[in-house]
Structure formats: C-alpha cells, structure tokens
C-alpha cells in the first residue's frame, strides 16, 4: 500500500541556516506530493504540492522538487526564520482518489529555530 | 471566503461521558473528514462524509461515530470517554462543488478534547 516516510524530529536549527527535511513515499501509479505545516494552537495547512514528476512546489521561501526516479519529495529553504517553527507533514494522494482516507500523511518533523 | 470552523476549541470531560463536536465546512466543499491527532500516534483518519453518507471509516472502535447534514456541516460523538481519548481532532473539507478536486485537504484550528 501507499506509505510516506520523513525524517524525525525534532529538528532545531539556528536562524538564516539552510533548511531540508527528508520524505520518501511508497504508491502504485502518480500521486500527489503535498508539504502541510502546523504552526503552535492551530490545524494544518497545505505549504506546496506537486502533482507530477519533476514538478517543484514552492513557497514561502520553501521549495521540494517530486523525484520520481528516487521517490523522494524533501522540503528546503535557503535561510529559515523563528516564524517557521511548526510541525511538518509530508503527504500523498492520488489524483484518481475518491476519499480523503486516501491521503497518507508521515509522521511529521518538529522543527524549532533559534534567534 | 471562510475557512473550515470547528467548535468548541477546547474543552474537558471525565471518564465515561460523551462529547459531540461540530465541523463547518468551507461553504461549497461536499466533503468532511476527521482526524484524531495525538503526540504518539500522529495523525489518524477517523472517517470520511461526503453528501452525508459516511464512506470510509478509520480504525476506531465504534465509540466514535458521525454524522453530516445536508448543509455539509459535520458532527462527530465520542461516547464513553476514555483517557487516551484525550487529544485534538481535526476537521477537513474538500472537493469543492465547482472546479477541479486537487486532492488538497482544508483544515480548521481544531477541538481540543482532555478527558479527566
């Protein structure tokens, strides 16, 4: 069945430092790669989504390119800032999907920066 | 356009009652789905309604149940409270009644549930 592995957590960098966060996915056929984000009190929220090979999502300064070839969709940014610390989730989904029981999210990664 | 409102925010129950929460969808999204939401177990499907028929379900025991109304808002009961039942459920609409589904999931703040 379809999965989706990130890294763990937590992730605690210093502010302007460079940003990845891994994710690799298991699926049959092409889904969709989403980043959502949590920020502290409050619901997810979708950060970037690819929905083909070699399609790269972007932003807020974030940026993850769908590697097909190595399944692979990580998360980066050139320099983060304290505003980004949240919980991120990396997802997948079919595009031919009739339910939202089909959306697989990982686990999610802690990330906290430090002034 | 408003967002996905989920109430109440917070609140507390003791072992052994039942609490009901309530799920707006964004206005035109036909689907509602719920997730439970927890520091060990992560993020966990509870069910799906779409035109107020529930068609997929989570593996939860049977405490745990919904509903949808036919203006798309959404409820979810959990009776018998348990302790691990503690946590934050989520609520989120999609497929919008117009326009393409993108399979993108739009979540509210979420109702933080303590059983005591």
């Known amino acids: 069945g379809n999965s989706v592995t990130q890294m763990e957590g937590p992730v605690t960098l210093s502010e302007e430092a460079f940003l990845t966060i891994n994710c690799t996915y298991t699926?049959?056929?092409?889904?969709?790669l989403f980043w959502y984000v949590q920020y502290p009190g409050e619901g997810l929220q979708l950060l970037l989504k690819?929905?083909?090979?070699?399609d790269k999502g972007s932003n807020k300064g974030f940026e993850a390119t769908y590697r097909k070839e190595t399944t692979s969709f990580h998360l980066e940014k050139g320099s983060v800032q304290v505003s980004d610390s949240a919980v991120y989730f990396c997802?997948?989904?079919?595009?031919?999907?009739?339910?939202?029981?089909?959306?697989?999210f990982g686990s999610g990664t802690r990330l906290s920066i430090r002034p | 356009k408003a967002g996905v409102t989920q109430t109440p925010r917070y609140l507390i129950k003791t072992r052994g009652q039942q609490v009901t929460l309530s799920c707006s969808p964004i206005?035109?999204?036909?689907?509602v789905s719920w997730y439970q939401q927890t520091p060990g177990q992560g993020l966990q499907f509870l069910f799906e309604?779409?035109?107020?028929?529930?068609?997929n379900k989570g593996n939860f025991p049977g405490r745990f149940s919904g509903r949808q109304f036919s203006n798309s808002r959404s409820e979810m009961n959990v009776s018998t409270l348990e302790l691990g039942d503690s946590a934050l459920y989520l609520c989120?609409?999609?497929?919008?009644?117009?326009?393409?589904?993108?399979?993108?999931?739009?979540f509210g703040e979420g109702s933080r549930l303590t059983v005591l």
């Open positions: 699926a049959t056929g092409y889904p969709s």
């Open positions: 206005s035109g999204h036909r689907s």
């Open positions: 997802a997948l989904s079919d595009l031919g999907y009739s339910s939202a029981s089909k959306i697989i």
């Open positions: 989120a609409s999609s497929f919008p009644l117009t326009g393409q589904n993108t399979g993108e999931l739009f």
């Open positions: 690819a929905t083909k090979a070699d």
């Open positions: 309604y779409f035109s107020e028929t529930q068609r």
